[in-house]
């Protein structure tokens, strides 16, 4: 199954370590070593910063499914997002649900806004499913933005923190450990997914369409169960984000957050699961490192996005399969 | 007084119908000729505004900052934004052709990216002021106000789909233009030279969004870097609705998007706010409902 890319550049060295069974669970431990010490070296600011790289690193693996797995452009994966956040501050803060039972209603909301979006435009072409993603994303950024309950352009604030078996999540330093485990979740249920039956339906559907539906998968239903789990994730990702800031509005939502989600995807390499959590991290970590480029941030990214695009396809991690 | 309101938003929603017909026809035609969605047309029409607004405020000391003055802009801004449209396929596109089609959207998108962040970097991400001096002068018929400047704008738009009709319909380009989105290879063996038709295409769509958008930075007075991202969504709802890869469609479209919105902010519930919403809605449903458009031919591919 896994045939091993040459070990020429940095990167490809890289992955000939983590493809070696025997080395893998070492560099597991070290890495989980690694995330459990970081915040005490590394300080309070840096804490945060990385607290927001491991719910990109939810969202991305959740775009994964879409975008990697299924080869579906998805536009508007904001709107996910947003639904999860907003589910969070309307029902557990306004209406004072437990945070906890407030969960399960976020991923049916993002589920259903999954098939309602979904079940229409994925039986068209795939051009039609980006555009119209991008339309959704801005109705409910929109929406947000002008409905009474989710308080308008200013959006909800001072929302309580969950607690859970007498722990209050409540210091940055708890919401990174809880993102810890949200996004260790996160690339176990990644993992599961590509190998299960499903997975190889996404990997059959995105290869050859006609060939998987001549095989008796059926086209619609599986890019719709693609959907709908990007949606879920991005749901989750959304409701602790809700609880993180304790405050949400409109403009989280945006454009510009689909893209950039999209952008770690791509560059990290779509549909391969340590190239996205590399690309999340290069997202979130970059314009902090960039910070004097200002205005030019974006534009580097989009740049590189450019560049990956036209040159290196399949992203910074090599290709495996 | 409800009858003049009626014919005023009639006419707001012709001038904003023009804007969506003149972009929406470049993504018609791109999609017709490569079966591409370009997603960064509606930046060529960003560009276009400013690069009208750099070509005014060169020339504006000789010819002034009137509506001549507009023109010639105009027509230099479609000119270089129509190669920069063929630089684009070039470089990034032509590549890209034979590519997964997850591959050829995401450049898409990232050439739009580069474009939009191009401008926020040069401009600071502020409003640019157009700087055109067109006057109010206009016709008063009874309560009715159409302005000149309303006149000259849906005046020049018609005339350059008249334009773009008769090259498509009488030119030997316009004819290789309709072979070419019937069968790409079938026209290589013909002997058309598939690569320059394409590349014509560009050029005439890219001119087309450059025309509206100086146009549009002349009549609303200012220019911002993110203004190409909502047009472009709504030419594409406006392609949609008449059919993509339909020219009339696209015309057809446009002034149907322009006069449901500017309609649809009359509809008590609606207004200004939900605007947008409203027009996203109607690509919904439209794609649900009526994915081939109204003069659109349905196409059995999925890809």
New interface residues.
């Given amino acids: 199954m896994i045939v091993r890319s040459p070990a020429t550049s940095p990167m490809g060295r890289l992955q000939a370590v983590w493809d070696d069974k025997r080395l893998r669970y070492p560099l597991v431990a070290v890495i989980f070593a690694l995330m459990a010490i970081a915040p005490h070296v590394l300080g309070p600011y840096a804490t945060v910063i990385l607290t927001n790289a491991l719910l990109y690193v939810v969202l991305c693996l959740g775009l994964n499914i879409v975008?990697g797995y299924a080869?579906?452009?998805d536009?508007g994966y904001a709107a996910f997002f947003a639904v999860g956040a907003y589910t969070i501050g309307i029902v557990h803060h306004v209406l004072g649900l437990d945070f906890w039972l407030t969960l399960p209603l976020a991923v049916l909301a993002a589920a259903a806004a999954g098939i309602i979006?979904g079940s229409?435009?994925l039986?068209?072409?795939?051009?039609?499913l980006?555009?119209?993603t991008?339309?959704?994303g801005?109705?409910v950024r929109?929406?947000a933005?002008?409905l009474q309950i989710t308080g308008g352009a200013s959006g909800i604030s001072g929302i309580e923190q969950p607690w859970l078996f007498g722990w209050h999540i409540s210091s940055p330093l708890d919401f990174y450990y809880v993102f810890c485990v949200l996004a260790v979740f996160a690339v176990i249920a990644s993992l599961r997914l590509a190998d299960s039956r499903l997975g190889r339906a996404w990997l059959y559907v995105r290869h050859d369409?006609d060939a998987a539906e001549a095989m008796g998968i059926d086209r619609v239903k599986v890019k719709l169960a693609a959907y709908v789990t990007g949606a879920i994730f991005g749901a989750i990702g959304g409701a602790f984000f809700a609880v993180n800031l304790s405050a949400i509005s409109p403009e989280s939502f945006s454009?510009r957050q689909s893209?950039l989600v999209?952008m770690a995807v791509?560059l990290g390499g779509?549909g391969k699961i340590p190239g996205v959590i590399l690309g999340a991290f290069i997202v979130i970590l970059g314009p902090e490192l960039l910070r004097d480029l200002g205005?030019?941030r974006?534009?580097v990214?989009?740049?590189g996005?450019?560049l990956i695009?036209?040159f290196r396809?399949s992203g910074i991690w090599p290709r495996s399969r | 007084m409800i009858w003049t309101i009626l014919t005023q938003q009639l006419i707001n929603g012709i001038v904003l119908g023009s804007f969506y017909a003149l972009v929406a026809l470049g993504y018609t035609m791109v999609f017709g000729v490569v079966k591409l969605l370009n997603f960064a047309h509606g930046e060529l029409y960003m560009v276009g505004g400013f690069a009208g607004f750099l070509v005014l405020s060169v020339i504006s000391g000789t010819v002034g900052m009137g509506w001549p003055a507009v023109a010639i802009s105009m027509l230099l801004a479609m000119i270089g934004v129509g190669f920069l449209g063929v630089i684009i396929e070039r470089v990034a596109y032509a590549p890209m052709l034979a590519a997964p089609r997850l591959s050829i959207l995401i450049t898409a998108l990232a050439v739009s990216l580069v474009l939009q962040n191009g401008a926020l970097a040069l401009t600071r991400g502020q409003y640019v002021p157009f700087g055109a001096a067109l006057g109010f002068g206009g016709l008063n018929l009874g309560p009715i106000f159409i302005s000149n400047n309303q006149m000259i704008l849906v005046g020049t738009a018609a005339l350059l789909m008249v334009g773009l009709e008769l090259f498509v319909s009488r030119t030997q380009y316009g004819r290789a233009m309709r072979a070419v989105s019937v069968d790409k290879d079938m026209c290589a063996l013909m002997g058309i030279n598939v690569n320059r038709v394409i590349a014509v295409t560009f050029f005439l769509g890219s001119g087309l969004a450059a025309a509206a958008g100086t146009m549009a930075g002349a009549y609303y007075g200012s220019l911002w870097y993110f203004m190409g991202f909502l047009i472009g969504l709504k030419a594409f709802t406006a392609a949609v609705i008449g059919g993509i890869g339909s020219i009339p469609g696209a015309m057809l479209g446009g002034l149907i998007l322009g006069l449901l919105e500017s309609f649809g902010t009359l509809v008590p519930g609606v207004g200004s706010a939900w605007k947008d919403v409203f027009s996203f809605s109607v690509l919904i449903l439209v794609l649900v409902f009526k994915p081939t458009g109204l003069l659109g031919k349905s196409e059995q591919e999925r890809m």
Avoid at chain 1, 123 to 128: E, G, K, N, T
């Fill in positions: 975008v080869g579906l452009l536009l979006i229409p435009t039986r068209l072409r795939s051009d039609y980006a555009i119209v991008l339309g959704f801005e109705i929109l929406s933005r002008n369409e454009f893209v999209l791509v779509m205005d030019m974006l534009l990214f989009a740049v996005l450019l695009m036209l396809p």
